[in-house]
């Protein structure tokens, strides 16, 4: 069984607001969850800051047991320092180029 951290939709149109669930991969996104570990709010607010709220301890919990985060998930645990941060595929070309091009001294 796999087990998926993403995000289930709530609120209303126009306003969405979404819960951070632990689920099998398998259901529907608002089926009911094996757990809700956080939520997230997409809409910035006054001070133009969009809220996250987690619970660590389950967040490493799951990480720990083999649950996969959904790309959005990913995200925002990267943000939060919860996992490390992926390697971009531009990164990886520009480190070759930048190791290729000779280095030419200052005088």
Do not use: C
């Not at 209303?12 to 956080?38: D, Q």
């Not at 910035?44 to 996250?52: F, H, I, L, S, T």
């Amino acid at each position: 069984m796999v087990v998926r951290m993403r995000l289930a939709r709530f609120g209303r149109r126009n306003l969405p607001y979404y819960h951070i669930v632990v689920a099998n991969a398998r259901t529907a996104r608002n089926s009911k969850p094996i757990e809700k570990v956080g939520t997230y709010n997409p809409i910035p607010d006054a001070a133009g800051n969009k809220v996250v709220n987690l619970n660590f301890d389950r967040v490493k919990y799951w990480l720990t047991v083999g649950a996969q985060p959904s790309e959005t998930v990913e995200k925002l645990l990267e943000k939060a320092n919860l996992i490390p941060e992926r390697p971009k595929p531009w990164m990886q070309s520009a480190a070759k180029q930048f190791q290729q091009s000779p280095s030419t001294p200052s005088s």
